[in-house]
């Protein structure tokens, strides 16, 4: 049967997402590849999650309080789920924004209400695919400035914020209630890294023997798994504990081309009208699934919806 609850508030519509065994773009590997649906969460990705969680947290902590101002850098969808929920929490919201970033996401930020200010990241970036943790760090070094001078000010830091993983947790314990302990192998894309944190922590501690796989896009020249680099107070943060904690067996690359056809795949095979990172993580998941053998069980995630891609196709975390 259907969802038919009767709800108080959109926030109650984040995470409880379904899962699908993904049957046709899976057909003939032997195995079962899994697709938790994040795009379903109320603002389109598994960002919204991590907003109600990390807003929830500084509220109960005494860091976020009436009259202040939620800040954050983001390329996309930790920028519209902080606006989102930051919106039905009574916050004013800024959001500094790389200048590169597609016009959908903008427009969807304004109309949540949140007030944009456009970063450079420089040249070298345009046209390519690019990767969250890198060209939010100029936008990140202005938040910290900015929270620094104001008092009233609250910078999320998704980049670093234990709320961040923390609420990954619970998509690791919804998929853990769906599945069981039947899982081999959880593929995820890296941006911050609070995803495949948050989940790694708890399938690891329930089915020791399950891999846990990174996705980045192929060309991230600055703050990757492989490439690592840390600027005190804007970067490090979850990357690390996940380098320093060893969570991860195995690291993929992902061209965009690769992820885009993967991507146009699960919207016409499947009919998942998904993202392109939902492209890199399902191309991943079939590739281990394959490696992995007869009967082997892969689970991944679709971060988010398809429509933020419409005028510029590129894989971003
Ligand atoms: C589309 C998309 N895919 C994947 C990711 C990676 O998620 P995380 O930041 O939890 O590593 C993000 C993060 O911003 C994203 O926006």
Redesign the pocket.
Known sequence: MKDLRIIQSPLDLIGRTPIKRLDSIGRGSESSLWAKLENLNPSG???DR?ALQMIEDAEKNGDLKEGYTIIES?????AIALSFVGALKGYKRIIFMPKIMAREKVEMIKRYGAEIRMVDVGEDVKDRSVH??YVEVPGRIMCQRMAEENPQVWWAR??SNPA??RA?MKLGEEILAQLGNQIDAFV???????????VAKVLKEKIPRVKIIAVEPADCPYVTLTNFKIIEGVTGG?LKEILDGKVVDKIVKVTDPEAIEMNHRLIQEEGLFV????GA?VLTALNIARDMGKGSQVVT?L??RGDRYITSEHY??
Do not use: E, M, R, W
């Open positions: 990705s598994l960002k991590i983001s390329s996309g969808n930790t969250g943790s998704q980049f961040n993983y990954h995820a894309s890296v941006g911050t890294g609070g995803t495949l944190l948050g979850l993202g392109i990172s939902s993580n995630v971060p988010d971003v975390t």
